[in-house]
Nanobody, 118 residues
Framework: QVQLVESGGGSVQSGGSLRLSCAIF????????MGWFRQVPGKEREGVAH???????SYADSVKGRFTISQDNAKNTMYLQMNSLKPEDTAMYSC????????????WGQGTQVTVSS
């Protein structure tokens, strides 16, 4: 059984920073893809940043240059460093795991709220 637990959300003013963490419990496959997603009520979920077991990363255009995804394999934890936050970054952020990079994220955390005020 795999469990993902996010932390680090909160409220911040525009221009501020937050770091989200995603702790992974359970069996970790040697090959995987992981990602951060965000969703605002009434809108579709958006992929924000992705990282794989080779440390390859990708970002949504809306966050490039401001957000950085990373992982600490020794701690089984993935991070999302968010800088220069904007009000439009306000959303529920969730982490997810796709073992063997099948294209389907089967494991999800419960989410952590990020609110950016202007």
């Amino acid at each position: 059984q795999v469990q993902l637990v996010e932390s680090g959300g909160g409220s911040v003013q525009s221009g501020g920073s937050l770091r989200l963490s995603c702790a992974i419990f359970g069996y970790i496959y040697s090959s995987y893809c992981m990602g951060w997603f965000r969703q605002v009520p009434g809108k579709e979920r958006e992929g924000v940043a992705h990282i794989d077991s080779d440390d390859s990363t990708s970002y949504a255009d809306s966050v490039k240059g401001r957000f950085t995804i990373s992982q600490d394999n020794a701690k089984n934890t993935m991070y999302l460093q968010m800088n220069s936050l904007k009000p439009e970054d306000t959303a529920m952020y969730s982490c997810a795991a796709d073992f063997y990079c099948s294209g389907s994220y089967a494991y999800w955390g419960q989410g952590t709220q990020v609110t950016v005020s202007s």
